[in-house]
């Protein structure tokens, strides 16, 4: 049964919502900053599971999510909203089985994994692979394995699940981003990271100051001081600084930041540019890109460099080494990480909006609970 979607501005509709337990939040494909709660009718079938979500992360990642919805990348499609206007943005973070009609999960059992933004959700778990399971639901084939992917979390404490939600998958793409980079430092060029305070610029920086070549970071004024509080980058500088770099210096651009007037000022400037990457796009509102010298941007789709280092060395070395590392790298989070709570739909909404307009300080990590 299709239930009727209510807009966030009507507070009665929210109270009603919050009531009914079950809803998803939808944004508007086409103006990001409209957002309506739509109730859920959820209806197992043999071998499916239901799923409560008790947490998740909110990062610059999820509007990276929403921007970058539709083809090639799809993010749209992991969770299909009630009408194709509309959206619901993923988020990382843990849920619990709170109904099970599948050999492969036991009610009860905690997940990390890939969820809607929601209270609840419909899986179909495939056969067990390692320690977890993917959803084989039919329309996720096709997409990216990685997003698919669910683990059971024993041993993790409830006080470690928001630092795991907010940064597990924006550390596993900065660590992998480092990696396919040490071809470019054995080339002896440099790093150039922009939006250098998001938590996945602070990842990749992080692993490369740990593999010996720190990056330099390009960020906002407001943001100099935390960054170079974080002390992973080997200088920081300002965007309205960035002609003072060497034009002439060999170096990578990583660009998280998604400006165009930004891009095209550093390709002017840097004549001996190699390779521009595109991670994430934080500025999302800035002016669509003009024409760039040198070399055209690429995407870096993480999930791809992913599934190759697992193909080289194995799951199990791979998750041994990645965990490993990000044990070190949250270990440094009390000197410069703050968590923030919010909850329920206008939790949510507020904080999406307040992503959208890059409201957020660095030093905060918002979790969302349902």
């Known amino acids: 049964m299709q239930l009727p979607a209510f807009r966030l501005s009507s507070q009665v509709a929210e109270r009603e919502f919050i009531e009914m337990s079950q809803y998803s939040i939808e944004i508007a494909r086409a103006d990001l900053s409209k957002q309506q709660i739509q109730a859920l009718d959820l209806s197992p079938d043999e071998g499916d599971i239901i799923a409560r979500i008790d947490l998740a992360a909110l990062t610059s990642n999820n509007i990276t999510y929403a921007v970058m919805g539709g083809p090639p990348l799809n993010y749209w499609d ?53 320690e977890g399971f993917s959803d084989i639901s039919a329309h996720r084939l096709g997409l ?129 540019l190699s390779a521009s990457h595109i991670v994430g796009d934080t500025d999302w509102a800035a002016p669509a890109d003009e024409p760039l010298e040198g070399p055209q941007p690429a995407l870096f789709f993480a999930p791809t460099h992913w599934a190759n280092r697992i193909r080289e060395i194995g799951q199990q070395a791979f998750d041994a080494e990645l965990n490993s590392s990000m044990a070190a790298f949250l270990a440094t989070t009390p000197n410069w990480l703050h968590l923030e709570t919010v909850q329920g739909p206008q939790g949510y909404t507020d904080s999406f909006n307040r992503l959208l307009a890059n409201r957020i300080p660095p030093d905060i990590g918002l979790i969302w609970r349902p």
């Not at 619901?88 to 709170?98: D, F, K, L, N, R």
């Open 144 to 272: 990216a394995p990685v997003y698919n992917s669910y683990r059971p979390t024993p041993g993790v404490t409830p006080e470690a699940e928001p630092l795991i939600a907010l940064f597990q998958p924006l550390y596993g793409t900065g660590f992998v981003l480092a990696q396919s980079l040490q071809g470019d430092i054995g080339a002896g060029r440099t790093i150039l990271i922009t939006s250098a305070s998001a938590k996945t610029a602070l990842a990749t920086a992080y692993n490369l100051k740990r593999a010996g070549h720190p990056a330099i970071g390009l960020t906002s004024s407001a943001n100099k001081d935390f960054v170079e509080q974080t002390g992973f980058y080997a200088q920081v500088l300002t965007y309205d600084a960035l002609e003072s770099l060497d034009p002439a210096i060999p170096c990578v651009i990583v660009d998280f930041a998604g400006n165009g007037a930004l891009k095209a000022r550093l390709h002017r400037h840097l004549k001996a």
């Open 78 to 130: 992991f969770f299909p909203a009630s009408d194709p206007a509309w959206g619901i943005v993923p988020v990382w973070g843990y849920a619990t089985v709170s109904e099970s009609h599948s050999p492969h999960v036991v009610e009860g059992s905690r997940l990390f994994g890939y969820w809607p933004s929601a209270t609840h959700v419909k899986l179909r778990p495939g056969p067990p692979k390692g």
